[in-house]
């Protein structure tokens, strides 16, 4: 699968200077797991998703460009599902309602962003920076200076503490259930 986060994505960011390509692709997989999906590139898959019997489908990603399809997993023959429309979710409205089943439809869709958000670039740079210069657990509080330039960071015995502002991030492209 193609990078989350390329080295001309970073150029000439001062946070990115002295990050290693491995550093980043490191971070960058963190943040995909957390979300749950690969985020960027677009990319066209096929899910395997549950229905519920209701009239929505939730969609593994948070960004569609197009669904394409949708089958029963077990139709030999993968004639299309008719009679559905896309809503915010994103999902997949049919007033017949979904069939229910674990891993009952295959959802062929076209989803990402083209390039990794700004602002979720910010939290992959973030976790590149701590697996680069990595804090040590116990300690509470750390002063590190570097020419006239001073930094601190204050976490827990139990490694790094995301800030609430890279949580609220994350959560917004997090997949929902």
Wanted: negative net charge; glycine residues 10%; hydrophobic residues 40%.
């Amino acid at each position: 699968m193609e990078r989350l986060v390329k080295t001309q994505d970073v150029t000439g960011i001062p946070a990115a200077a002295e990050l290693t390509d491995r550093e980043l692709e490191m971070a960058a997989e963190d943040v995909r797991g957390e979300c749950g999906w690969h985020v960027a590139p677009v990319l066209t898959t096929t899910a395997q998703v549950s229905g519920t019997g209701g009239s929505r489908l939730r969609l593994p990603t948070r960004r569609v460009v197009e669904v394409v399809s949708v089958v029963a997993a077990t139709d030999p023959d993968e004639t299309p599902i008719p009679g559905w429309r896309e809503v915010p979710g994103p999902m997949l409205a049919r007033a017949a309602g979904w069939p229910c089943g674990d891993g009952n439809l295959l959802v062929t869709l076209s989803h990402g962003y083209e390039r990794c958000p700004a602002d979720l670039l910010a939290v992959v740079l973030e976790r590149a920076r701590v697996i680069h210069d990595p804090v040590t657990p116990g300690v509470t509080h750390e002063l590190r200076t570097s020419g006239d330039v001073s930094r601190s960071r204050t976490y827990s015995g139990t490694g790094p503490q995301w800030t609430l502002a890279a949580t609220a991030i994350l959560d917004r492209y997090r997949v929902v259930g």
